[in-house]
């Protein structure tokens, strides 16, 4: 399995996180998701599932940060377009980001924690890490559900696993 998301200068398009347009912001929260190509998933996947992860904002915040899950995508989507955790244009269940923590925010409004919440790196340029998941079964989580539930959910079910890391810019 592949995954490409256009990179710019060896990062992350602004568009996608701290500078973003703020017209693509939700309270305060950087929202257009950017665009991932999918190939090459095995035969055999019922479905793909994702996570962005912020692994550098543990030592500035005390933990991994959330930015993305989702799952249950068709595995032959090929592209999952930009802005897609908004508009919806692919079918997916997305789950909660960091935002949703008191130590996150405390945000509520699910269009804010159960989405995409780009990257906003504060110290430094931080990697994020991409992971995409082809899954033997369709997973059938709740809208909002939690990381933990997800990686639950996939134990013993991952026929392949691909990781990018996607750098983004603090300054």
Not at 89 to 114: A, C, E, K, L
């Amino acid at each position: 399995m592949k995954i490409e998301v256009p990179l710019e200068n060896g990062l992350l398009p602004d568009r996608f996180g701290k500078f973003c347009a703020a017209a693509d912001t939700r309270e305060g929260c950087a929202a257009r998701s950017f665009p991932i190509t999918i190939s090459d998933v095995p035969a055999d996947a019922q479905s793909l599932a994702l996570t962005f992860l912020d692994w550098d904002a543990i030592p500035v915040g005390g933990f991994c940060w959330i930015h993305w899950t989702a799952c249950d995508l068709d595995p032959h989507v090929g592209l999952v377009p930009e802005n897609a955790s908004v508009d919806e244009s692919v079918r997916m269940t997305q789950g909660r980001n960091s935002y949703w923590s008191p130590f996150g925010g405390g945000h509520t409004d699910p269009r804010v924690i159960f989405r995409y919440a780009g990257p906003k790196p504060p110290d430094a340029t931080h990697e994020y890490t991409l992971s995409v998941f082809a899954v033997d079964r369709v997973l059938g989580l709740d809208e909002g559900f939690y990381l933990n539930e997800l990686r639950r959910a996939l134990r013993g079910h991952v026929i392949e696993r691909v990781d990018v890391a996607l750098p983004s810019r603090a300054r």
